[in-house]
């Protein structure tokens, strides 16, 4: 009598094996999503710095929605954010 319990024990061990398997890749493509995303967001910086780094005048819209030119400070804090993201985002 102990082949059904071998049986069973066998089908748990299947079922168990499919959804360790399932959860690997389920990982796995969340994994491969924020890879994208971190590419995506170090090519964009990289972009941004170059364009900072160009010393023409850079205008952003500020929270009443007009144009504005950034000063020499907020262009320097702006140039330490874009950095922030190309050190968490961009493997060297």
Do not use: H, W, Y
């Not at 999503?33 to 850079?58: G, M």
């Not at 819209?61 to 050190?87: F, P, S």
Request: hydrophobic content about 35%; glycine content about 2%.
């Amino acid at each position: 009598k102990t082949a059904p319990t071998s049986g069973t024990d066998k089908a748990l061990e299947a079922k168990k094996a499919e959804a360790n398997a399932s959860e690997a890749a389920k990982e796995k493509a969340q994994e491969a999503k924020r890879a994208a995303a971190r590419a995506d967001n170090c090519t964009r910086a990289q972009r941004a710095k170059t364009t900072f780094e160009s010393n023409r005048p850079i205008r952003q819209t500020n929270a009443e929605g007009n144009a504005v030119i950034l000063d020499a400070k907020e262009r320097a804090a702006e140039m330490r954010r874009i950095q922030t993201i190309i050190d968490s985002n961009c493997k060297r």
